[in-house]
Every structure is written in C-alpha cells, then in structure tokens.
C-alpha cells in the first residue's frame, strides 16, 4: 500500500478551472478584474441568496478588515471576538487601530458564548466605552446560535461580522451560512472548503455597501480623469485568473460538503467501538455543518492529544490540535477576556483529522487502522 501523504484539507479541483483560467489568458483579463471575477461574485450570490451582494478579495482576512472598515471601526475603538478561533479573525481589529476584546465557546456549539458576550458587554459600556462591532465564527464549519446571538446583538444595537471562512455549505435554519452577519465573510484559502488558491469574499446587505468595499479595495481612488483621493484604500481585489478557480470550484461545492458529510460519518462509525472519544457533532437539527473539518474530543482520561498526533504522524497522515483560543496566544495577552474555560479545555483535548474531500478509500483505511492501533495500545 502506498504510504503517500494524507493532508488535513488538501485542495480538491473539480475540472472546469482550468477552462475559465484559459478564458482569462485567451482575452487577457490577467487582472483584479474581468469576466470571471463578475461571474464568481454572480454565482456567490446565486449560491448564498437572501439578496446578498458579494465583492470577492485577496483572502478571507482582507475582508474581515474591510468588514471592519465599512462599520466605521478605528483606532481607539472596542471589538468582541470569539477567543476559539483563527488568528486571522482577530488581527484585522488591530489593523484598525481596534482593542479586541476576546469572548468565550460554549459546550455545545464551541461558538462564542450568548452570555459571556452580553457580560463583555455590559462591562464594556459599563466602563463608557460601547465595543462597535461582534466577530462570531462558525469553527469548523458549526454554525453558531445566530438567533441568541441576534438578539444579543439587537439589544445593545452592536453589529455582527459572521467570519463563515469555515462554513461555506453550513446552514442555521435553512438559511446559508455567510449570509447570516450585517457582514459576512468568506475564505477561499487552500485548506478551505473550496478554494481559488487563496482568496475570500464579502457578502454584504445592498449594492451601496458592496460599491464602498470594492472602493477600498481598489485603492480608493475618487471620481477624476487624474488619480484623486481622499480616503487610504486598499489593493485587496481578487485576481482574474483566481476567480476562475473560483467558478469551477462553485460548481461542485455541494459536491464537497457532501462528500464532507460522508468523512465524518465514516469518523463516528470508526470510533463508535473506541470509548473515551466524542466526534463534534450538530448541536440540534436546527443547524448543518460542513463539517469542514472532523473534529474530535478526547476525555479527560485519555486527553494525550499529542500522542494521537504522533502515531498518525509516524504513517504520514497529517492531523492537529483545535485553534488556540486567542486570549492564550502570547500576542494577545494584555487583551480583555469573558467567560470560563471552555475554549481551552477543547483544545486541550481536541484533534483536527484529515478531512479532505478527494480522500481515496485505501487512504481512510490506513487512517482508521492507525487509528484503532493507538486506542488499542494505550487502553
Ligand atoms: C481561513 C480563516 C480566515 C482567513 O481567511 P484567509 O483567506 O486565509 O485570509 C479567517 N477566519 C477563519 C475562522 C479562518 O479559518
């Protein structure tokens, strides 16, 4: 049998990319605009519904930070942030000159916590400073609780930005993950669930937003024969030539979470006859994963996460530890924190395993025999 690497999310190309990427090279649209970045944003759109408007960029984290900008953060300012999470959701509040203020998972959605976020902001406003934006993340593709969160939202009239980077095909009540947020954001990275390399994509409410976001990310240039301006933009447009990846890749997107869905199952079977293990699962009917990632929690008994780690790495099989809360991350440590310790318990027991969609079946045999033969060994 062959010993080939198996990654944890390796890209998975559907078969018209390349077609939409000679289109480009046949018109010479090798820039951050032409057709194939209109009809990306088109299918985006198609895809997402609810009347969303899509400006597609260089990655997910280029539209968090435009996200930011469009609700008017800047320096001095509070955000909330869900602390269980990617880097990339909380640096783009310090590339505005923002304090994050990081928030706590819960249990059962390992999403930010609709208690602790009213606690972190009741102390905020408590202290005279009003947080101007919410950051809530569906991790791992889980969608979070968007009604609690909402109405948290609501109440104190705080947008939220949905960073959905992890959850393009997730649903919560039918509707589409990504069109959930005042903002919403996409990531088309190469782990991701589809990608165009790198890149990612705002979904916004109306075509005024969507005309302000491609401003900044087109260097603002003001309305004059010469180059005028009167705001600092951005270069943060996705390139033609990506967006052609991107189109071909829309194409099988319910391929993939599809065939996502399958992996996991093929996970919770593996370890039904394994104890002392829970895979991450759909907290309620309510909502659906892509399960972009299978997850798994290992029990406080048997919590060597590292253990588990080595023994795939030895069959080259890539796996790894959940997201690192960012409350705990050495850049962040003077940063605010509400809640308990349920985001560093999870990684401290947690396990990302190999979820890629174009996993062969000899492929998912070498990772449950490794995988029985460590539980056997250390039982
Ligand atoms: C990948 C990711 C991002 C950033 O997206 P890029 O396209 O890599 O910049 C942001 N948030 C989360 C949760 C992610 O997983």
């Given amino acids: 049998m062959s010993n080939s690497k198996i990654w944890l999310s390796p890209p998975h190309m559907g078969g018209t990319e390349e077609m939409y990427i000679h289109e480009a090279f046949g018109d010479n649209w090798i820039a951050p605009l032409g057709p194939n970045v209109d009809a990306f944003e088109q299918g985006l759109e198609k895809y997402l519904g609810n009347g969303v408007h ?39 509040i310090v590339y505005c000159g923002a304090t994050p203020v990081f928030v706590d998972s819960e249990p059962d959605s390992w999403n930010i916590c609709p208690d602790a976020l009213e606690a972190a902001i009741k102390t905020c406003i408590a202290r005279g400073k009003k947080p101007k934006a919410i950051i809530a ?9 968007h009604d609690a969160i909402k109405a948290v939202s609501d109440k104190y009239n ?23 947020g005042d903002i919403s954001v996409l ?4 782990n991701k669930i589809i990608t165009t390399s790198g890149g990612g994509a705002l979904a916004v409410k109306n075509a005024k937003l969507k005309q302000e976001a491609v401003f900044l990310a087109t260097q ?9 301006h009167s705001r600092i933009g951005y270069n943060y447009r996705m390139s033609n030539i990506c967006a052609g990846i991107g189109r071909g890749q829309l194409e099988v997107l319910d391929k993939r979470v599809s065939k996502k869905r399958e992996i996991n199952n093929f996970y919770k079977e593996l370890f039904t006859a394994i104890p002392g293990v829970s895979v991450f699962n759909e907290y309620t009917a309510n909502v659906k994963s892509n399960y972009w990632l299978t997850t798994i929690v290992l029990d406080d008994s048997n919590a060597n996460v590292y253990g588990l780690i080595n023994a795939l790495a030895a069959e080259n099989i890539e796996a790894r530890p959940l997201w690192k809360p960012m409350h705990t991350q050495p850049v962040f440590k003077e940063a605010a924190y509400y809640g308990g310790n349920v985001s560093e318990s999870l990684f401290n027991r947690g396990v990302c395993l190999p979820s890629g969609t174009a996993m062969a079946a000899d492929e998912m045999y070498r990772i449950s025999a490794t995988i029985k033969r460590y539980f056997k060994e250390i039982a």
Avoid at 220 to 228: F, G, I, N, Q
């Fill in 137 to 145: 993340v569906h991790l791992y593709g889980m969608p979070y609780k």
């Fill in 54 to 92: 899509v400006a597609v960029l260089s990655s997910g984290t280029a539209a968090l930070h435009l996200g930011l900008l469009l609700l008017g953060v800047g320096r001095g300012d509070e955000v909330l942030c869900q602390s269980f999470t990617f880097s990339a959701s909380a640096n783009p």
């Fill in 158 to 180: 705080i947008p939220v930005i949905e960073d959905a980077a992890e959850a393009l095909g997730s649903s919560y009540k039918g509707q589409p993950c990504g069109t959930l």
């Fill in 187 to 190: 990531s088309f990275n190469g």
């Fill in 220 to 228: 603002a240039r003001d309305k004059a024969p010469h180059y005028e």
